[in-house]
């Protein structure tokens, strides 16, 4: 089996191999390999009842409390590259899937979360995936985390803000100075789960579509991608409502509920389900932008638009109406 790097599919073999070649590099160039990464010392802040711990390891900055731990890539403009509730489960919830990660050549990808897409016909895609260094503050007495980043593209610059709690919510806000955009497709707050955490035979997907009462929507059935485009005019072939802001997916064990500021910057969740070697792929994005055969030219925008997602993870126990009365699950629309 063939992969990219020696961070997937590696064989003892291989590992060896590796460690002999590491070997001559180090006497070649009289230097250990334990000095390679820089590595600064952890960073403890106290406030009235809680302490952070920080680190920058390498490209990763490291965020660990109590109950979390959160990685954010430097270099890809704070995309999580995990967010591990000690608590909830011994696997990280979310993370990044690495290029290798799955069989499928047309899986070949890094499957990153946390970041932001934006893009239009004949044009490069702009990203949030640089190198950016990141501010931090403390704030509310010691009770939350800031993390943030500004990235310039040339539609304008995005600021970008992690937000921590020691509750273990996990915010990210995307601020765009863009005075106008032009037809394409803006996506954001990417969440990709990590399959070794889930159980996809009894992974569902909950949120309002409209109603009063939250729909259930089973994901063990045939696969879904709602950000799929129907052709080169239409950017999306289905989605999600999200009437009050608010959706979780979650197994017999463990939720993952994520919330928007609606009146902030109004989203739309896209479900992407796919059964791939050696397990399955899930993500949510969402939607601030799609494109069809009705969109016009650059458009104007206020000065400022902003788009905040809140993520938070919780053990789960069965409700009294799911011993009582099963609801009706229903199977999502593919594509």
């Known amino acids: 089996r063939r992969s990219s790097d020696l961070r997937t599919h590696i064989t003892e073999a291989r590992w060896q ?37 920080t680190q920058q390891e390498g490209k990763h900055f490291i965020v660990e409390s109590d109950c979390l731990k959160l990685t954010l890539n430097c270099q890809k403009g704070l995309a999580i590259d995990q967010v591990w509730m000690k608590t909830v489960s011994p696997h990280p919830i979310i993370k990044t899937l690495p290029h290798g990660f799955y069989d499928d ?18 044009e490069a895609k702009i990203t949030d995936l640089v190198s950016a260094k990141p501010e931090v503050s403390i704030l509310d007495n010691g009770e939350t985390l800031l993390i943030k980043v500004i990235i310039e593209t040339k539609l ?38 990590n399959p070794d955490a889930f159980n996809l035979q009894s992974l569902k997907f909950e949120t309002h579509n409209g109603g009063f009462a939250t729909e259930k929507y089973s994901l ?8 799929k485009p129907v052709s080169f005019l239409v950017s999306a072939n289905n989605g999600f409502g999200f009437t009050n802001g608010v959706l979780s997916l979650h197994d017999e064990q463990i939720q993952l509920t994520v919330r928007s500021d609606q009146g902030s910057g109004y989203l739309l969740p896209l479900l992407s389900v796919l059964r791939t070697a050696p397990s399955y792929f899930c993500r949510v994005s969402f939607t601030a ?25 919780s053990r789960r126990a069965p409700t009294i109406s799911e011993l009582v009365m099963p609801s009706i699950e229903k199977e999502p629309v593919t594509c």
């Open 105 to 122: 050549i047309h899986m070949g990808a890094d499957f990153f979360s946390g970041h932001l897409t934006f893009e239009t016909p004949a």
């Open 220 to 227: 063990k059935g045939p696969s879904v991608d709602h950000g």
């Open 17 to 53: 191999a590796y460690l002999g070649r590491l070997h001559i590099a180090e006497q070649r160039y009289g230097i250990s390999a334990s000095q390679v990464v820089a590595r600064e010392p952890c960073q403890k802040s106290s406030g009235n009842s809680s302490t952070w711990c």
């Open 156 to 193: 304008g610059p995005i600021s970008k803000y992690v937000v921590v709690d020691q509750a273990g919510e996990v915010k990210i806000r995307y601020e765009l100075s863009w005075k106008e955009t032009p037809p394409g497709v803006l996506r954001l707050g990417y969440i990709t789960l």
């Open 289 to 313: 932008m799609e494109f069809d055969d009705t969109s016009r030219a650059a458009r104007s925008r206020s000065p400022l638009k902003a788009y905040e997602l809140g993520i938070t993870t």
